[in-house]
Nanobody, 126 residues
Framework: QVQLMDTGGGPVQAGGSLRLSCVAP????????MGWFRQVAGNEREGVAS???????SYADSVKGRFTISQDGGKSTVYLQINSLKPEDTAIYYC????????????????????WGQGTQVTVSS
């Protein structure tokens, strides 16, 4: 079973920043889409950011200008830089990887991805 390792969450005050990290094991060349999702208990898991093998990035409207997705040179690690945190950003954040590439709004949908991390909790206090 392939499982990504996502870390970096924690408690933070509103207005603060966090940097989440995700390590994709094995041959990272087989992943053509990487993304970050978040989920609140009782709600659907929603996509917040993605980056494709063509280096194109996508963001949910609610996080544009505050969240930035990036990868290291070897593409073994993907990051999510989160700035200007708001209480409504509180959620469990999950890293995801897909073997097929999707553009447009498809890349922020859960069914575009094949593998997931265990999730890392982000809690923003006001």
């Amino acid at each position: 079973q392939v499982q990504l390792m996502d870390t970096g969450g924690g408690p933070v005050q509103a207005g603060g920043s966090l940097r989440l990290s995700c390590v994709a094991p094995g041959n990272v060349a087989r992943y053509h889409l990487m993304g970050w999702f978040r989920q609140v208990a009782g709600n659907e898991r929603e996509g917040v950011a993605s980056i494709g093998s063509d280096a194109l990035t996508s963001y949910a409207d609610s996080v544009k200008g505050r969240f930035t997705i990036s990868q290291d040179g070897g593409k073994s690690t993907v990051y999510l830089q989160i700035n200007s945190l708001k209480p409504e950003d509180t959620a469990i954040y999950y890293c995801a990887a897909g073997v097929e590439y999707y553009g447009g709004t498809r890349c922020l949908l859960r069914d575009a991805y094949n593998y997931w991390g265990q999730g890392t909790q982000v809690t923003v206090s006001s």
